[in-house]
């Protein structure tokens, strides 16, 4: 059998989709992969390759040029997640939820969190927060909606944090970064995104907690990875420390408009074939 070069291998149909009890099931097994997607076209091609596809809150700054996710509002979380949805049929697609949506109540985060699975179709959120948050995790589990919780660095609390650095330095910080996300396991979150902690961190959450937990700058010995699919792509240049660009995505597009300009400019394109001649 050919299998033609654009096809997702294998071809995303023929798969069916992962959910969350077989996500939690993925404690200490194989690795759980999961990129992050927040458009319909991506989604597709990342697809056939992961677990968990998130309709991460950091399309401010991929998407939008936004300098932070603070400004991130439903809406937008809403619109990308129906794309993902639609694009991906095998991967849990798991949506952010955005600053200022869930952290003034439970009942404010089940409101947010139902609107968001019934406008795009998706089965989990996720939300940042440790210990504070446990609580609203609790209620949004009892009443049918799945949560992956993300401690130590909280992209969304950069103004009250001072930056993205590295979080858990302190024994302090570090003893508070693991209590947080034993209480988000013990709430019932059914995942935890540790980002951006000195290592011993995440190895001591992993091993202490029952749900899988997913690393970014965080240690292979997660029982999951995540990163920013275009970070991994390559099309940024200026990345953390913990991106691995696996694609030079950013060097293609610069070619390809580059190409694409010197045609236009030589009347080169459009050719024969991208023209419509009359009929003979
Ligand atoms: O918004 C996002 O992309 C995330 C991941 C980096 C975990 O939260």
Same mark, same amino acid.
């Given at each position: 059998m050919s299998t033609h070069i654009s096809e997702p291998v294998p071809a995303a149909g023929s798969l069916k989709r992962v959910t969350v009890p077989a996500v939690r099931a993925r404690k200490g097994g194989t690795p759980l992969v999961m990129l992050t997607a927040y458009t319909a076209r991506t989604a597709e091609l990342l697809d056939p390759h992961c677990d968990i596809l998130l309709v991460g809150d950091s399309l401010?700054?991929?998407?939008?040029?936004?300098?932070?996710?603070?400004?991130?509002?439903?809406?937008?979380?809403?619109?990308?997640?129906?794309?993902?949805v639609r694009g991906?049929?095998?991967s849990l697609v798991v949506i952010d939820m955005p600053f200022g949506s869930y952290e003034m109540s439970k009942e404010q985060a089940f409101a947010n969190a139902a609107r968001i699975l019934k406008e795009t179709g998706a089965a989990a %959120? #996720?939300?940042? *927060?440790?210990? !504070?948050?446990?609580?609203?995790? /609790?209620?949004?589990?009892?009443?049918g909606v799945p949560v992956m919780a993300h401690v130590g660095l909280t992209p969304q609390a950069v103004n009250a944090l001072g930056g993205y650095g590295a979080r858990g330095r302190s024994a302090a910080e570090a003893d508070k970064i693991v209590g947080d996300a034993q209480a988000v396991a013990a709430a019932g979150a059914f995942a935890i995104v540790i980002e951006g902690v000195v290592e011993p961190i995440a190895v001591a959450i992993t091993?202490?907690?029952?749900?899988?937990?997913?690393?970014?700058?965080?240690?292979?010995?997660?029982?999951?990875?995540?990163?920013?699919?275009?970070?991994?792509?390559?099309?940024?240049?200026?990345?953390?420390?913990? %991106? #691995?660009?696996? *694609?030079?995505? !950013?060097?293609?597009?610069?070619? /390809?408009?580059a190409r694409y300009a010197a045609d236009v400019r030589a009347r080169v394109f459009p050719g024969l074939e991208q023209t419509y001649q009359p009929k003979n």
């Open positions: 401010a700054q991929v998407i939008y040029g936004l300098p932070s996710t603070v400004p991130v509002t439903l809406e937008m979380m809403c619109a990308h997640g129906a794309a993902v991906a049929a095998h %959120v #996720k939300l940042e *927060g440790g210990a !504070a948050m446990a609580e609203t995790i /609790a209620f949004l589990g009892a009443r091993e202490s907690v029952a749900c899988p937990t997913i690393g970014i700058g965080a240690s292979a010995r997660c029982d999951g990875q995540v990163l920013v699919a275009e970070d991994m792509l390559g099309l940024f240049t200026q990345t953390a420390r913990f %991106v #691995k660009a696996y *694609g030079t995505m !950013a060097a293609g597009i610069d070619t /390809a408009a």
